[in-house]
């Protein structure tokens, strides 16, 4: 018997959860002398860098990361999922199968929205247990929420989740204001431990690190009085500068996990630096079991040259904001909200809409928790109105589904009879009496989404693959068609990957694909074709290779891009030629060639800003031209549909 | 051994050269190297073409695209034009047609190629065999022309119940695989047979049909014959042509691996084929061969210089092309026996620019954006492509004939697969994959091939399309150098 306890007894590996089980594992956690540290790699990369941490920075620290003897490493869920194949290119499946690999002795951990999953609207039950097993491979513990907290939506991935062996961390959403009392919440977990029982790990999720470290002190130590052989483990942002603080008051009131991330790449909206956090609570007694605090700093060293490649990413606005106390944008949604004000050309109006509108719609809303899909809804809600300058005029879908309950129960109270004026119209009571109510989402039949799957490629589509593809349809799709056409190219470094106005004659670099063989390309010279295509020199693993890019196309398509002014576009849509608002995806159709549509029917559903929005019809006509087609990705000013007036 | 006939011995200075592509450059090269002058004729959408640049002049004959290259009447005006005293019709367009001949003799122009009697006799099958019975060459059982009606089904019902099934329909004026028609039965035959007629008037101007046994998966194996005025006929050995594309040949090795009492014999039955047609100049016989038993029968004979011609001269050393000009100024064929190397083994490969994988659908109107060949012993490239060059949609997509040279078998196959790698084609897709999965396909490594050597390996067509990761990843490295931002990140 070893008299003194080593850091290897102490750290908790995903092999002893596989041989012993969760109560043991959890049990270990009990028995840990100090308090546990997530590494919230995920979190960092969504809050402060758009979610673009490439995996070849993850790759080139993973090592190191294994050897800090961290809780977790929070690695996939969110919205990283659907960013992986969106921005990065990669399988996040694969991510997950590359990073195992490469970390056997550090436990996994994802952030799962429940019927949501990794995405913003509820999943049908099949989809959310097949895609909770297939995830489940590699991650070993499942950060789980809903954004009302209502029970009922996270029950499928609970169930799943224990299914597969896996450690549940139930979360309470947390937020602020005279309706978020201790009582509230204690109760909250209540009704979690009836239906999961009580080997978990609870989260007290505080999405906008809001509250003061006092709350979140008095909160953690409400929850430990009633359920003192609870797990806790804090996750919070540090939006407004103070999360240490909130982390330091949550431990010494009995939390045994806390979440931080590398200092090299902390921001303004995700975790605190990790070791802020053990230096502080060690101050206070409190010992941050099995962490290596030169493997600590070792990653960070190797992380600080990579930072310079993400710059792009970084927040139009830095510094921190504690204003995020009222206005509580998610730490994960702010710098995407700046990124929006920029393309959307009102950057000017944000002090109006953080400050003023988005709370005012937060309270007329209901006071729930600004987290996805709510916070999209809000936010969306709140620019609108301050945009249009009439306030909840043509609300989208997504606000009426959640004041029709459809969601869930709103948990404090219903938005006032004026908001429904203004979201239904005058005649709302009887709609909203009629359509009032929780909305189940039927099954959906796999095989034949495996089927149109397959079609869509032209091959077999693995399972894997239709994982994914129930996840993000027409993103999945144009991901795996990047694959077969460009490989693997997460192998490539960020500096390659985000390179901008081209590369030097000369620049080299050296990477392994993923198959692990070494390379070196070398960038030759350029010459452009008589067709306007461009030829480029590589050396590649010392062999030129000149490589042609038609360039054609994409100048063709700049051409035909149309610049109108909303103006314009709304005295379009009099005469019936109907052009996209905004900048999206189409969703969906709803009518055909030869329909005839009266004014005011939806023609085309719309998804920017995770957002559902309805496109509608200005006159009463015949749908004689639809020029999308779902999936497709459309412009402002882009032609959608050409509807002829009526006589 | 030449007979004693009195022949009229003429110079030629100066040699029109009535085709275009690759066999239009191929020609200019030997016309020049006897230091004559070479005339190129073109149609207009072939102004870039690169044989044009090799020659010492060129004639626009029209706007083309394709009639103006049959024009014969064009043809001699160009000849007249320049002063020519010679034309080379090369292969295809006006190679085999009687009358081009007919019509230089007439202008007094020599046409490098047989007398017009010749090449129409030969060009007529059942003519052809007439000839060859006459002179004890086997051919594969068969009918005279049909006679028109119920008379010529009758003929054709009784032919099969003596030969069985399946038979072959042929048309009489058909060539180059075109007109032939399998037949499995009699209620088959009886569908058929109007069918083939029909289509033989529309394609060949002639209703005439025959019938014939048909050789299941048989091998093409084709001699080389130089015949000269004094009555001289030699030959430069044989050509296996067996691995064919709906009866279109890709790729040819000479010599044919048969053994050897079955060359000399075929060698033998060639020259006498020749003679009994009273050939003169260059001339292939071809024959079928049962791959089994070895047994051959005339199939037919090709009056004209041919695609393939590169792998006997890569294995013989004999310039083919100077040999026809010298035999069309009168001269005595000088090649000794001993000087005709039939040692090694030459394969020739047609790479074009089609996608074998989509049924070899031509990629026409694509350019090379760029171009490297292989070279190094053994190798020998007859084309017209370059970077920049602009696949025609007018014409065939032939970019380069490639012709190895190798010690043996396994040297010639490693060299043709090393070849072929060290191609780089960037703009169209070619069929070098596909020759390069035939190289590394067992039964041609074995060399056990005959015509449905396609057919049977349907495998060649499934070579990877994907590249190497490096290959992906360093098109998606130039893109996003070439667009000046990834467009798959943002």
């Known amino acids: 018997m070893n008299a003194v306890k080593t850091r290897a007894d102490e750290i908790i590996t995903p092999r002893e959860l596989k041989e012993h089980g969760v109560a043991y594992v959890l049990d270990k956690i009990k028995r840990g002398d100090g308090f546990f540290v997530t590494n919230t790699e995920r979190d960092l990369s969504q809050s402060d860098f758009k979610n673009r941490v490439m995996p070849h920075t993850q790759v080139l620290v993973a090592e190191d990361r294994n050897d800090c003897g961290y809780f977790t490493l929070e690695i996939s869920g969110g919205a990283s999922v659907h960013v992986d194949m969106l921005r990065k290119q990669i399988s996040p499946l694969e991510k997950l199968e590359v990073l195992s690999a490469l970390m056997p002795d550090t436990m996994f951990q994802n952030l799962c929205r429940g019927i949501n999953l990794f995405g913003y609207r509820p999943y049908p039950e099949n989809v959310i247990r097949l895609t909770v097993q297939s995830f489940a491979r590699y991650v070993h513990v499942w950060r789980v929420f809903d954004f009302l907290n209502h029970i009922p939506n996270m029950i499928p991935v609970f169930e799943e989740v224990q299914k597969a062996g896996r450690i549940l961390e139930p979360s309470i959403c947390f937020s602020t204001g005279p309706e978020h009392t201790n009582e509230y919440y204690v109760k909250k977990v209540g009704q979690i431990l009836d239906v999961t029982g009580e080997n978990i790990i609870l989260c007290i999720k505080n999405h906008g690190g809001l509250g003061t470290s006092k709350r979140i002190g008095d909160l953690t130590k409400a929850i430990m009085d009633r359920y003192p052989d609870m797990i806790i483990h804090y996750h919070g942002h540090n939006t407004d500068g103070d999360d240490v603080g909130r982390i330091v008051a949550a431990v010494r009131n009995g939390a045994r996990i806390v979440d931080a991330g590398d200092h090299a790449f902390c921001g303004f909206f995700g975790p605190p630096p990790i070791l802020t956090v053990v230096d502080t609570l060690e101050e206070y007694g409190f010992r941050a079991v099995g962490i290596n605090r030169e493997k600590v700093i070792e990653t960070s060293n190797k992380l600080r040259p990579q930072r310079e490649f993400y710059k792009d990413f970084e927040s139009q606005f830095l510094g921190f904001d504690p204003t995020a106390q009222t206005h509580k944008l998610p730490g994960g949604a702010t710098g995407s909200s700046f990124e929006q004000a920029v393309k959307g050309g009102f950057l000017d109006r944000m002090p109006e809409i953080l400050q003023k509108e988005l709370p005012r719609v937060q309270r007329e809303l209901g006071n729930w928790w600004s987290v996805t899909p709510g916070s999209q809804i809000l936010w969306t809600t709140a620019v609108n109105n301050v945009i249009k300058g009439v306030r909840y005029k043509d609300a989208n879908d997504d606000l009426k589904n959640l004041m029709l309950g459809r969601y869930g129960e709103l948990p404090f109270y219903w938005p006032a009879d004026e908001i429904y004026t203004a979201v239904f119209g005058p005649d709302w009571k009887d709609y909203v009496d009629k359509e009032k109510g929780y909305q189940k989402i039927e099954d959906i039949d796999i095989d034949v989404e495996r089927r149109v799957l397959e079609h869509r490629l032209g091959r077999p589509a693995t399972g894997d693959e239709l994982v994914l593809y129930l996840q993000h349809p027409n993103d999945a799709v144009s991901f795996f068609k990047f694959e077969e056409k460009y490989g693997k190219s997460w192998v490539l470094p960020p500096e390659v990957w985000f390179k901008k106005s081209g590369f030097n004659l000369g620049d080299k670099y050296e990477f392994s694909d993923a198959f692990g063989k070494q390379h070196t390309v070398e960038v030759g010279p350029q010459r452009k074709t008589k067709s306007g295509d461009a030829v480029t020199y590589l050396i590649v693993d010392h062999h030129p290779e000149p490589i042609l890019t038609e360039l054609e196309q994409e100048a063709g398509a700049a051409k035909k891009k149309p610049t109108l002014t909303p103006k314009e576009i709304e005295a379009l849509g009099k005469t019936g030629d109907i052009r996209s608002p905004l900048k999206g995806v189409v969703n969906e159709i709803p009518v055909s060639e030869g329909d005839e549509v009266s004014a005011g029917q939806v023609l085309i559903v719309l998804e920017a800003m995770k957002m559902l929005n309805n496109v509608l019809s200005d006159i009463s006509g015949k749908v004689t031209e639809i020029l999308v087609s779902p999936g497709d990705e459309v412009d402002v000013g882009e032609p959608l549909v050409v509807v002829k007036k009526d006589g | ?490």
Request: glycine share 8%.
């Open chain 2, 1 to 490: 051994m030449g007979k004693n006939v009195m022949v009229e011995k003429k110079t030629i200075t100066k040699v029109l050269v009535a085709n275009r592509g690759e066999i239009a450059l191929r020609i200019i090269r030997t016309v020049k190297e006897l230091g004559l002058s070479a005339v190129a004729v073109y149609e207009k959408p072939d102004s870039e073409s690169l044989f044009i640049r090799f020659a010492d002049d060129a004639i626009l004959i029209g706007n083309g695209p394709r009639k103006d290259y049959l024009n014969i009447d064009r043809m001699i005006w160009a000849a007249r034009q320049c002063g020519a005293d010679a034309i080379h019709p090369g292969y295809g367009f006006l190679a085999e047609n009687a009358e081009f001949s007919a019509a230089c003799e007439k202008e007094g122009i020599i046409f490098i190629g047989p007398p017009p009697d010749v090449i129409r006799d030969l060009g007529n099958k059942v003519v052809a065999r007439e000839i060859m019975k006459r002179a004890n060459i086997p051919f594969i059982p068969g009918t005279d022309n049909l006679s028109r009606g119920q008379a010529g089904i009758e003929e054709a019902l009784a032919f099969g119940k003596i030969h069985g099934y399946p038979i072959m329909l042929k048309a009489s004026s058909g060539g180059g695989g075109r007109g032939i028609r399998k037949v499995e039965n009699e209620s088959d035959l009886l569908i058929q047979l109007p069918l083939a007629r029909a289509e033989a008037l529309s394609a060949f101007n002639d209703e005439n049909i025959y019938v014939e046994r048909c050789i299941e998966a048989p091998r093409h194996v084709e001699v080389q014959i130089l015949a000269d005025k004094h009555g001289n006929i030699i030959h430069l050995g044989t050509r296996d042509c067996s691995i064919q594309r709906r009866h279109q040949k890709l790729l040819e090795i000479a010599p044919a691996d048969l053994p050897t009492d079955i060359l000399e014999s075929m060698h033998k039955t060639a020259i006498a084929a020749a003679r009994q047609a009273g050939y003169i100049n260059a001339g292939t016989v071809e024959f079928l061969v049962d791959a089994e038993t070895n047994e051959f029968w005339f199939m037919e004979m090709n009056t004209r210089l041919q695609v393939e011609h590169t792998v006997t001269e890569a294995l013989t050393g004999v310039d083919i092309v100077r040999e026809q000009i010298r035999i069309a100024e009168g001269e005595h064929l000088d090649i000794p026996s001993e000087r005709v190397q039939l040692m090694g083994k030459a394969i020739q490969v047609r790479i074009n620019a089609e996608d074998p994988k989509n049924n070899f659908m031509p990629e026409g109107g694509k350019r090379v954006e760029v171009y490297q060949s292989p070279g190094g012993p053994g190798i020998r490239l007859d084309g017209i492509v370059y970077q920049g060059y602009k696949i025609p949609t007018e014409y065939d997509s032939l970019l380069v004939k490639m012709t190895i040279r190798g010690y043996n078998w396994e040297q010639a196959i490693q060299r043709l697969r090393r070849a072929l790698h060290d191609f780089l084609i960037v703009g169209p897709q070619t069929t070098i994959p596909f020759y390069l999965a035939i190289c590394d396909e067992v039964d041609f490594q074995k060399g056990e091939f005959d015509t449905s050597y396609l057919e049977t390996h349907p495998e060649i067509f499934k070579y990877p399309n994907s590249e190497r990761e490096i290959a992906k990843l360093s098109k998606l490295i130039a893109e996003i150098h070439a667009k000046k931002h990834n467009p798959y990140a943002i």
